[in-house]
């Protein structure tokens, strides 16, 4: 259980590193999942879309990590057979239809609408 934490840690902090140095914000993270979730396998392989699904992958894998920081009714519960290309899709809509939301940090905005899609009942 250690060696978890210590991963997970040591993803978390990379993922924040990688956050502050290319200052990665809502913009940023609409244009990577658009990306993934284009059909023109070129651009669905893109580098940018890489960044994309790197974000859902961390977030994915960190959230019982990251429930454990939330409040009561804050909790994420996505299923357990979600892909990172269906979480980049439930990313774009979520930040199209919040647009007030998008000087926001990628990471944080992929928690959030992944809340916003699937929140813990009860």
């Known amino acids: 259980m250690k ?11 990379g993922e ?3 956050t502050g140095v290319m200052a990665s914000d809502g913009n940023d993270l609409l244009k990577w999942c658009k990306n993934a979730s284009s059909d023109t396998p070129e651009i669905q392989s893109s580098f940018t879309a890489g960044f ?10 960190l ?10 009714g804050f909790k994420i519960c ?9 979480a980049a899709r439930i990313v774009v809509k979520y930040i199209q239809q919040n ?3 998008l000087h926001l940090n990628a990471t944080t905005l992929t928690i959030m609408a992944i809340q ?5 009942k009860g």
């Open 3 to 13: 060696s978890a934490w210590i991963a997970a840690a040591v993803t978390l902090v």
């Open 16 to 18: 924040m590193a990688c």
């Open 52 to 61: 994309c699904l790197g974000t859902m992958q961390t977030v994915g894998e």
């Open 63 to 72: 959230t019982p990590f990251i429930n454990d920081g939330l409040g009561p």
């Open 78 to 86: 996505p299923p357990s057979e979600i892909t990172n290309g269906q």
């Open 99 to 101: 647009p007030e939301k």
């Open 116 to 120: 916003n899609a699937y929140p813990c």
